[in-house]
């Protein structure tokens, strides 16, 4: 082990296109997505046959199947199989939570190299069969003879085989993420316009950045798809300004406003798979690979959406980066504004923007965040500049190494330079960390 903490080097990273649900990934698993990503990651910084000191990734949605998936990822990979790996699972934070867990790896010096990454697939999702059916089917396999088998096999009754499905509902409060999103944009102040603004902006920077060549090393074709294909070149505010709300609806009529969320300016459910290449100075110089960027810092935050303390009104689910930052700024000696770019996962268009909101607000600030002032507002043109999860797509575990290998590669095309990232995710999780070159 190493006495002080080695700098962690982001090499580069690589995924597979993202693609919209039940579409051209219908019948890809979890693994296929995460070996694939690892492959192509494998392929572009020669890792053929190479131990990785760990690798870590996981999945929001797993099957039965899926106990083991990075493990059986890797063994499936081209890499050399003795490499450790495990699950790690964060929600949407999932992919940075598991670059930090190498990343911390590298830096106290247990290992020199590691993967991080994460996979999904709505259209893959698994059905659980009922607590009814399951309990029966238990019983049936450990039954002694035949008949007692049909003996079980007769109490099954037509409810029982009502499959259950994941929900995208928070367990405690019944209400999916973008209603949950919808009461803290009203809350903030966030308007329809705004919303659909960011989410145009998301689609035009994701195209002229395939335009430019930016992603061609970060994205490896895969089943044929060549690009995200959630990404529509064509949208605009005008288009976007006439879909019809999808979130909030009985919030705003309970508070006689309009809502405001719709499939527009809201990520689409999506698969797709990404993977991040992590390891020290030394390592990436005996390997001759060039470094991109530096993991810096990092900081997880959560915050009670159910309750509220202190009089005040619970803190909206997706509000977590909004604590977890200030941390990270104060550690750091750094202000807001001290970052050539912001990468704030867009699960939805009014997420961000109540984030940049609530930074802004002199009494969120103060009376939430605890701060003695507003941490004021960010330089827009630094935001997400070669698009996001709205245009990209968000399978939930594989966006934050999507993230973080194309902030890296914006660094190294910059030559030098500070970032930040923020990713927001279910059960009131907020995942940031500071990306330098
Ligand atoms: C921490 C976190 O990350 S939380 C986030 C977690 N993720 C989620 O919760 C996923 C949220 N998303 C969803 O549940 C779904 O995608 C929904 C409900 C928003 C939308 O689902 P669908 O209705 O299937 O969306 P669909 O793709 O059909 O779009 C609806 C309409 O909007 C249109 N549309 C969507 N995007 C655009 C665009 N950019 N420009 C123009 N029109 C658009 C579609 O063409 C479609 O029009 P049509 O009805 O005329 O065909």
Same mark, same amino acid.
């Given at each position: ?20 649900? &039940? ?10 997505? +995460? ?21 870590? !990734?996981?999945?929001? #949605? ?7 998936? =990075? ?47 994460? =996979? @999904?697939?709505?259209?893959? $999702? ?19 003879? =035949?008949?007692?088998?049909?003996? #079980? ?75 995200? @294909? ?29 809502? =405001? ?20 100075? !030394? ?48 550690? &750091?000696? +750094? ?56 245009? !990209?797509?968000?399978?939930?575990? $594989?966006?934050? !190494?999507?993230? #973080? ?14 970032? +930040? ?17």
């Amino acid at each position: 082990m190493t006495t002080s903490p080695r700098k962690v080097a982001i090499v580069g990273g690589n995924r597979i296109p993202f693609a919209r649900s &039940n579409g051209k990934y219908a019948d890809a698993s979890n693994q296929d997505m +995460l070996t694939a990503a690892i492959d192509g990651l494998a392929s572009r910084y020669n890792l053929q046959g190479k131990r990785m000191g760990m690798v870590a !990734a996981g999945a929001v #949605l797993k099957h039965a199947r899926d106990f083991n998936l =990075t493990r059986e990822s890797v063994v499936g990979s081209v890499l050399d199989s003795s490499s450790p790996a495990y699950d790690v699972q964060q929600a949407c934070g999932t992919g940075l939570a598991t670059a930090i867990q190498v990343a911390d790896a590298i830096a106290v010096g247990r290992i020199d190299a590691g993967i991080a990454g994460g =996979t @999904d697939t709505t259209s893959d $999702a698994p059905l659980a069969v009922n607590d009814d059916l399951r309990k029966i089917l238990i019983k049936v396999t450990s039954a002694k003879s =035949t008949v007692d088998r049909l003996r #079980l096999l007769g109490d099954i009754r037509p409810q029982s085989l009502v499959p259950e499905q994941p929900q995208n509902a928070e367990p405690r409060t019944g209400l999916s993420m973008g209603e949950h999103a919808a009461i803290t944009a009203r809350e903030l102040g966030v308007t329809r316009e705004a919303q659909d603004a960011l989410a145009a902006a998301s689609h035009h920077n994701l195209a002229a950045s395939y335009e430019s060549g930016f992603q061609d090393d970060l994205v490896t074709p895969f089943l044929g798809v060549p690009r995200d @294909d959630n990404m529509r070149p064509d949208s605009s505010e005008e288009k976007l300004g006439k879909l019809k709300p999808v979130f909030g609806k009985r919030d705003a009529e309970a508070h006689g406003t309009e809502a =405001t969320m719709t499939a527009g300016n809201s990520t689409p459910l999506t698969d797709g798979a990404s993977a991040v290449l992590l390891a020290s100075e !030394a390592w990436a110089e005996e390997n001759k690979l060039p470094v991109r960027a530096y993991l810096v810092d990092s900081e997880t935050a959560a915050v009670d959406f159910i309750h509220g303390h202190d009089g005040r009104t619970p803190d909206g689910l997706l509000m977590a980066p909004t604590y977890a930052v200030p941390r990270l700024l104060e550690r &750091n000696g +750094l202000t807001l504004q001290d970052f050539d770019y912001y990468e704030i996962h867009e699960a939805f268009a009014s997420q961000v923007l109540a984030t940049l909101a609530a930074w802004e607000s002199e009494e969120y600030c103060t009376e939430r965040l605890g701060l003695d002032s507003a941490l004021g507002s960010i330089d827009r043109s630094k935001l997400n500049v070669h698009g996001s999860s709205l245009a !990209a797509g968000h399978p939930f575990a $594989a966006t934050g !190494a999507r993230i #973080l290998a194309a902030t890296a590669k914006l660094l190294e095309e910059k030559g030098s330079g500070r970032a +930040l990232i923020s990713i927001c995710a279910a059960g009131g999780q907020g995942v940031t960390a500071i990306v330098e070159r």
